[in-house]
């Protein structure tokens, strides 16, 4: 459970940064699962521009049993629902690559809007619990905030493609996103709020708000830098309709998740 | 000119950074000189890949009478001349522009390669003197290092694209360069030098060897993280024959340039 300083934080800043939450040996173990996904044949696996370097995957509670364990762990699963002040399931699980070199730009965005109105998804009743996976260090495209910016709630921002179509979020995955920010919104916010960076070593925890504006850059260290975000929802938060969107992206088992008794590899 | 400490920084790690090197003047004459260049009709005006956003400028003390007297600037000139030991001009002059949310990345490699094998320069007795238009902070991409990488020397690295076509120095202005250097090289090298980011105050100056490996990633703010880059060759180091590659390039006077008296605007 987090404490009331580590609450006030997550609440003024709209994140949260608790290192050593893995132990080395359930870190270890989770970027061998990740890696194995890569290598999956799996519709929420995507690839960087060049169409070769893995970009992410998506779903990963859906298609790996450490997942299904790893979303249910207390250490995760606790915060979420403290946070949320109720039982929570998840909405989304991935993993983004930022492979070494070749790890692409995540433009500047609030989550919340794609989940409103992309998956109809009521209100912001919901967190992201994101893993270090690899330490994040100021050159290989650490996860970017402006502190704070949350409080402005879901900013006002035209939906960039044409909405609708087939297979419009597919957009959504890749370096160009439909709701991304404009350079005069952020000129703005930054000048009031200013950037950082979420570094830490790898097996931190990164508490982030879903108004939060977020966005990371390339990686240009030779070390990859792999992140793990879990979307935890509200089960009082849930959708009325199903999503357009494929599974993989906005989880129809919307059941309330039980506390993992056990391991992750029990 | 550089004190002994100074000198020792360059040579130890490859680069040094001076502060406050142009004055508030000087450096919003120099911004609004660049902003012409930027619109002006010149071969060696540089687009990002998509097309609109203006990446560099190179040439610039060849188009330009201010930069032809900046490059005169004894504060520039004196530590270019007591590094190489010798009179100087000027082989290239460039701005890379690295705009607001817009500026990509300068794959990691080292200068004097393209110098020796496109423009036959004997031996790397030049040296780079850039000067930062804009603050350069860890977020706007700023030119990152491996300190100490330049006493490997020119390290092996096989041209990717085919050599010699007509126009085959165009790639070398993008982000796809001919020279850039591999995962593994870098690999190894980062964990035996570390990496360092050039920040600093807009005003700064920048020193750096020219086989100092450097690269620098995207510019994720919305402020722009403009960089002067002049580039003094001794002239006991004149290539033997004239360049294949345009004058923008490789610049054929080779004249010795002598310390500007009164100032840029006079």
Redesign the interface.
Known sequence: MLDDAQLREYHDAGFLVVPDVLTPRDLAGLRDEVERLYRADHPGRVLEKDGTTIRGVHGCHQVSEVFSRLVRLPALLMPAEQLLASKVYVHQSKVNAKR??AGD?W??HQDYIFWEREDGMPAPLVTNVALLLDDAT??N?PL?FLPGSHHMGTLPTERRGAAGGEESWKSNLAADLDYALT?GQ??SM?ARFG?R?ATGSAGSMVLFDPRLVH????N????DRQLLIITYNSVDNVPDEPSRRPEFLSASDTTPLAPLVGGLWS
């Open positions: 070494a070199l730009v433009p500047w100021p050159y495209g970017l350079a952020l000129a930054v950037m960076a966005g990371s850059g390339t240009m260290s030779p070390y």
